[in-house]
């Protein structure tokens, strides 16, 4: 069987030769029915019967994987997709720098690398679950088919953890592999593990924030995981990687349009100053302070997903050789760290200081640092839509001390700028750095559907260009069928 193309024979569409492994299709369509039920459940709220234009991978070749249709989302082909096999590929760092990768699991790593893929697999319904009443409210059609495949693809990164679970790790990964059905986002009793996954995404600016910055957390965390010495993790990470490309371009653009109708109202309107914030949303369009509220929650809660700082858990996974740094075989470095240190922003004498750490420790520390430098690129292609417009104001990342729930700066307030603050000033000003109650509410306001073709809500622009080159009123989900 060709491993780039994917066989679609099977019940489970996969390019693992599933049909050759009864044991794990089995499993596999043992934990469908539990999986659709959960989609019915807790997937997109209406809609369910819409056709919606959905990208659909048939291949895992870069240069060509996926085709376009109108699908009904409960009968999208959710499906198992590994990226090809490199031909001799070594561990890549760690202590077993430069050994064959493993194709089965060691037994010494087995509970921290099924740890990883239950992190990575939680994650990816509590997406879904958390934007799954955006659709009432969606701008437009094209923001509506937009909002669907992330949640098709989040749905298909579910499949592709539970897949290695039940491939490799016997029956307690088939445990793991329910309960990533049991949880629900923001339970009381059952939330799901990362902080941020369990907050609400109650309105589109929200989805728009939140695939940008924490998407984009996801994005750093594959890549780690991309370099794991253990094969089938890598691969199957390669190719989530591919996909999420999208839902990061969807934030970024989705952000960029906001501003950019904001700049076009204010301009309109001849408001010379952007920080009058009554003046502008009277336009019926969101102010850039608000925007910048908003970015600021939404980055710092993706900084709490890195965890610690210093970090002896991350320091494991690097030895072992189960999750790697960024861009690990790129770094010019013996890639085993033993001797090495790492800049940390530390709080010390109450004061936010520069400490060398042990690289090994720090190593959470420095993917949020490549994380950040990530994030930056967004900020930029934004303030160029400010300027251009003529007005003096700037977007800016917070201070990594600002508004943080793990690591070094847990039990402190500091400002955006990374001043310490006392609690008492913390609660008189907190609403100026994060969205209040009034912001959200105003927001809110604005979220009335658009569902006609080529038209937008009067707070957003219209894309540049249309998805797999479709003109600007093309029908990307046709809702009554
Ligand atoms: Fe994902
Ligand atoms: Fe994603």
Known sequence: MNIMNVDYSTKIPNNVN?????QVLKALEGWHPGYIDWWNDMGPDGFQQ????????YSVDPRGWAKFDYVKMPDYRWGILLAPQEENRVIPFGEHYGEPAWQEVPGEYRAALRRLIVIQGDTEPASVE????????APSLYDLRNLFQVNVEEGRHLWAMVYLLQKYFGRDGREEADELLRRRSGDGDSPRMLGAFNEATPDWLSFF???????RDGKMQLHSLAQSGFDPLSRTCRFMLTEEAHHMFVGETGISRVVQRTCEAMRAAGISDPADVAKVRALGVVD??????K??????????????????NAANSFNSGIKGRFHETQIKDDHRLQNDTYPVLKLVDGQIKRVDEPALTALNMRLRDDYTQDCVKGLLRWNKIISTAGYDFKLTLPNVAFHRQIGEFRDIH???DGVLIDDATWNKRKTDWLPSVDDGDFIASLMTPVTATGEFAPWISPP??????????????????
């Open 288 to 293: 850039l302070p608000t925007i910048q509220k």
């Open 18 to 22: 599933l049909s050759e492994d009864r």
């Open 464 to 481: 540049k260009v249309g998805i797999d080159n479709k003109p600007g009123d093309f029908e990307y989900v046709k809702i009554e069928t």
């Open 414 to 416: 500091a400002t955006p």
């Open 130 to 137: 958390q934007q799954r009443h955006l659709g009432k409210t």
């Open 50 to 57: 819409s056709l919606v234009y959905l990208r659909t991978a």
């Open 209 to 215: 924030m939140f695939t940008y910055f924490t998407d």
């Open 295 to 312: 970015l600021n929650l939404h980055y710092t809660l993706s900084l709490d997903l890195f965890g610690s700082e210093v970090s002896t």
